[in-house]
Structures are given as C-alpha cells and as structure tokens.
C-alpha cells in the first residue's frame, strides 16, 4: 500500500486514526527521527500536540501505544501530509520502531493533547528543551516569530550526543543557548544554570518547556523566580493517549485552586508550571497530595 | 447480532469493559458510541476519589498491570455530568457500580435510580471484583455470602426491568459457587471477568514497578482464564446447577475470533477492554468482525452460537 488511508474517526473530532507509512528514518545523535505520511493529522496539529503510535504490528503482544511530541508537520508535502517524530530507542517499543525501514507502516493516532498556548502579544519567549524534548520547539519557535515573538532558545543534555536540533536551533531560534552536565558541548551543567540571565536579558514573558519532569520543575521555579510564566509539556508514561486508560494522571491544581489527579494526555501535556504539584514527585514516584480532591483516606484506597 | 439480555434487548452484543473507556466522550472521539450495544463506564463510587498515585500501569508481555484505583467523579457529579452526556448522545449504558461497603453499594444505585438521566440505563454491572479497592485481595466477590449481600442490596435499590450483572473475579477457588450465590440474590446476568491479581517488580529499581504494589492484570494474556471461567459457569447451567442467565464475557478479547471464541465457551455479550487502549476502534471493530465470523460459520444468530462448543467436546 503506497497511500496512508484515514479510518474510522468521528467527523470534526480533531484526531484522526491512519495507518501512517514511514518515508524517512534517520540517526540523529543518541536518536531517531522518523517521518510519516499521515493523512489529515498535520492540518489538524498545533505545536505541544503528539501523536500514539502502535507498536510491533497487529499481532504484537506489545499492545500498549508509544506516545511521542510532534516534531514538526508538513501539510502538503510530495506524498501528502507528513508527521515527524524523534524517539529515543530504550524500551521493546521504541526499539522495534526504531528498526523500521521506508514502506513499512505503523497505525498512528493524532493530534494529541492540548498546544502550547500562545502569547496575543508579541513578548519575548525562551524555549527549553532538555534531550529529545527538545523536538516540538522548533516548530513552537515558527509559530512564536510569526507573532512577532522574540524568541531565545535554551537546549541541554547529559552529554553532546543527546542533545538534539542545536544546528536547527539557530536557524530558529534568534538566540540559542546550550548546556551538557558533562562540558563536552556549550556551558557545563543544567539549563537552569544559564535560564535566569536568558530570561533578564530578553525580559521574557513566557518560558515554555519539554523534557524531563525534574527539568520542568527547575524551569517552573526559575520563570516564576524571574516573573515569567511557564509552559511546560509534561512527560508521563501513557498506555493509550487519548484519555481511557488513567494511567498518565498527576496533581495539577486548577483554577479554583483544588488540585485534582487529571489526565496528562487529554487535560495535557502542556500545564502552566506553577500549576503542578511538583512537591509530590519523588525518585520516579508521584504520590497523590493529601489536599487534592478525593484523595485516599488514612488507610489507602 | 441482537442480543436479550434479561429483560433488555440490545441491537449488538458488543461493549466497552468497565475501566478502559472513560465515560464515553473520549471515544466518541472515534466512533459512534450509539453503534454499541452498550456503553459500560468507569466503576463509580458514592464519593470522589483520587485514584492512586503513579507509576499505575506497567506493560506486561500481551497484556499490563494496572493500580488505578477506582479514580472517579462520585456518584452524583457522574449522574449530572457523565450520564447526562451519555443520554445525550443516544448510548444505550451499562453503568459500572462499585462501594467500600455493600451499603455504598446500595447508596449508588439508589442515587443512580433518581437521576433524571436514568432512561439512558440499559444495566447495572456490580462491581465486586476490583482488586484496586481496600482489602485487595479480599474482594466481594471471593466471597459468595458478601457477594450475595451486595448483589441483593443493590437489587432492591432498582426497578425489576433493570437488569443487574454481577461481574467476578477468576481469582478464585469455585467461580461457579460464587456466581450461584449472586443469581440467587437477584443478579439477572454475570459478567466475567474482572483482571487478575498480579504484580511486577522493577528489575533496575528492584522495587514493585506500581505505585499500588499489586495491580490487576488484564489483556490477550488472561483470555483463557476467560473463556475458563465462561466455560465452567456455562457448564454449570447446562447441568442444572445454576438458574440460566446470560453471561458478558470479558478478558483479552482483541479481535473477532477472541470475541467468538468466549461466545462459543458461553457468553451472549462480549466486552473489549485493554485491546481499546492498542486502537481506540476496538469495540466496534471486532463486533464487525464476530458478524463476518458468525455468517461465515452459517449462525443465522448469534444467540445459536452462545455456548455452542459445549456440545462438541474434542
């Protein structure tokens, strides 16, 4: 089959359901870039958003879907709608995607989950992106220059061959900024060494973030330090992405101030930072606060 | 493909599980809810609860772990908001209760009875065998005198049409003494099964992978515990031990032949879980598929083919 096909989804639900057919798959660094046509998904995606991917085919005892952000779309490429992803191959999952060549295909549901929000006004605005996570910003980057943004961009990683997109980062980016915990790439150590001078000198209004939690949480505390307001796009391991399974739920407090266990894939993945409760992730656990709605009484569930 | 179902008749035999499919907006998203024959929700409670904190899933080879517990709105915020919308929509629903007690159990439905949305009810599934509840392990429905006391409490609590199932858990030594037990108290109908008890241990962190310790164990891995259980009660009405009711079959059903393999063992509905999570189109798909099956096979109805590999043992 040379042409993806569209299947089964409502009219006008925003998500569509495509047997995508990978066209490229390349090394980048410690990663993986794949893309795929995928049908109708890259006009309805908006930077944040991702996309569930099943893996190891339709027999697959592996039958719980990868969740990756979207690197960027291209809505009317040579072969049609195009969707990117950058994977890190560390689990069965990501692995066998990872071993994919072109042609072959893969049922990928999207777009996911809420967008960055963007500013009305043309502000300043630093991106931060720790690894991988650094993916979906480019395209953010696009969308925040289109609007007149001023936009700095912040990458770090362990190490220089987990970094990813510094190259393209200039081209996004009118200013970049990069850090590794060992020095073998840009400042030596994390990227809230160097945030609070990014933020001062920009005067930066927002600071939108992807990577892992503990980065967002550092984020999160140097923006609100600094008066900016974070953005940050949540990672939590999701079995289904579209809001069936309650798997990817964490404390976020909302508007009327009562924090509730919400769905990181449909309520998320992006959350303003200061509405998280980072004090209850702890060493890869997140325990559910004692004031959040409906929590356990003494004695547990 | 209808199906009776007590005093219900259902136009597909087809459902969503209880757990794996929200409260319906979400995979409306993906296909007509109304093309079900019913919409089966989350296992609700009398108040809001939280759930349990994360990591809650694990995946496990064709199949995961899971330590939700019981992460719901209440009893009443569901009626107003989740019902309502079900109602709405035009889905036939088949509404999962749960309690920490059989009085809570009686409260449910009681307030479920005087909602203004319950004509979208097709059914009543008792949930007394989750193990994400506090005596883990201790569930109801190890028990057929606590089964049946729940089951009866919750019998009184709603009109004679409604039909209540009584879902079960294999973790057991007699499912057939247990299912007894809940026809005996009123449940017009059972569903089986509910996951197994299990666990998984982080081999890098050397420490239980959930945050709940245990989880229940669900997917293609646990559907021949399914079609045991389905076997073993089926039997036990074919013998006379057991007042003949339908049976939901339930556990590892991923497409049309696992659907038409826990009809063969017995089950007049069948209802797609874990299998949602790999594709969203899950439940309607595989109803699709068990019709193609079914007329391949020369079954001019489906209720001809329930429990039809009974009378042909190998």
Redesign the interface.
Same mark, same amino acid.
């Given at each position: 089959m040379s042409a993806a096909t569209t299947r089964h989804t409502s009219q006008g639900s925003g998500v569509v359901q495509v047997t995508g057919e990978l066209i490229a798959t390349r090394r980048v660094g410690a990663y993986h870039h794949l893309t795929f046509v995928a049908p109708g998904l890259a006009e309805l995606a908006r930077p944040g958003q991702f996309v569930a991917l099943a893996v190891g085919g339709d027999t697959s005892a592996t039958l719980l879907r990868r969740c990756f952000s979207i690197h960027k779309v291209s809505p009317s490429g040579t072969y049609g709608g195009t969707v990117d992803v950058v994977i890190s191959a560390v689990g069965p999952g990501t692995r066998w995607l990872s071993t994919l060549r072109a042609h072959d295909e893969v049922d990928i549901v999207g777009p996911l989950g809420r967008p960055f929000p963007l500013p009305t006004e043309p502000v300043a605005c630093v991106l931060v992106g720790g690894g991988y996570g650094s993916a979906p910003l480019f395209w953010l980057a696009e969308a925040l220059r289109e609007r007149g943004c001023h936009v700095e961009l912040v990458l770090g990683a362990a190490t220089e061959s987990k970094l990813f997109g510094v190259l393209e980062a200039r081209r996004y980016g009118d200013g970049v900024s990069v850090t590794t915990d060992d020095g073998s790439a840009g400042t030596k150590g994390w990227v809230s060494d160097v945030l609070p001078d990014v933020i001062r000198r920009t005067s930066a209004a927002v600071v939108y973030g992807c990577g892992p939690m503990g980065m967002l949480k550092s984020i999160t505390d140097v923006a609100t330090a600094e008066g900016a307001v974070a953005q940050v796009a949540v990672e939590e391991s999701m079995a289904c992405g579209v809001g069936v399974c309650m798997t990817c739920v964490m404390p976020v407090t909302g508007n009327d101030g009562a924090t509730r266990m919400v769905r990181s894939c449909v309520e998320g993945p992006v959350f303003r930072g200061d509405r998280v409760r980072w004090d209850a992730f702890v060493d890869g656990v997140c325990r559910v606060p004692a004031d959040t709605v409906g929590a356990p009484r003494v004695g547990g569930h | 493909m209808s199906v009776r179902l007590g005093s219900v008749t259902l136009p597909s035999p087809m459902m969503t599980a209880s757990?794996?499919?929200?409260n319906g907006r %979400?995979?409306? !998203?993906?296909?007509?809810i109304r093309e079900l024959g019913a919409f089966v929700t989350?296992s609700v409670m009398a108040?809001? !609860?939280?759930? $349990?904190?994360? #990591? $809650?899933?694990a %995946?496990t #080879?064709?199949?995961?772990l899971?330590s939700?517990?019981?992460?719901?709105p209440?009893i009443s915020a569901f009626v107003d908001k989740d019902l309502a919308w079900l109602k709405q929509a035009g889905a036939r629903t088949l509404v999962s209760i749960a309690g920490n007690t059989s009085g809570e159990f009686a409260d449910v439905a009681a307030t479920l009875r005087s909602s203004d949305a319950f004509d979208a009810v097709v059914g009543v599934e008792v949930n007394i065998s989750c193990p994400?509840?506090?005596n883990r392990g201790l569930v109801f429905a190890c028990d057929p005198m606590a089964s049946a006391k729940v089951v009866a409490l919750v019998r009184e609590q709603l009109p004679r049409d409604t039909p209540v199932f009584a879902k079960l858990t294999p973790d057991v030594t007699d499912i057939v003494g247990v299912a007894q037990a809940c026809v005996k108290a009123g449940a017009d109908g059972l569903t089986m099964i509910n996951t197994l008890l299990g666990m998984v241990i982080d081999t890098d962190?050397l420490r239980p992978q959930v945050?709940?310790v245990t989880g229940g164990l669900s997917? #293609?891995a646990i559907r021949p515990v399914a079609v045991r259980a389905i076997w073993q009660t089926r039997a036990a009405m074919l013998e006379g031990r057991l007042p003949t009711v339908p049976i939901i079959g339930v556990g590892g059903v991923r497409n049309g032949r696992d659907a038409l393999e826990l009809v063969a063992a017995g089950a007049s509905a069948v209802q797609v879980g874990?299998?949602?999570?790999?594709?969203?189109?899950a439940p309607? $798909?595989v109803g699709r598929e068990l019709a193609e099956l079914l007329q391949d096979k020369g079954f001019e109805r489906l209720t001809d083919a329930v429990g039809v590999a009974h009378g042909r043992l190998a």
């Open positions: - | 757990g794996c499919a929200a %979400e995979l409306a !998203r993906f296909f007509d989350k108040d809001p !609860r939280s759930g $349990r904190g994360t #990591p $809650r899933m %995946e #080879p064709a199949g995961m899971n939700i517990g019981l992460q719901g209440g994400n509840v506090a962190r945050a709940g997917g #293609p874990t299998a949602t999570f790999n594709d969203p189109n309607v $798909r």
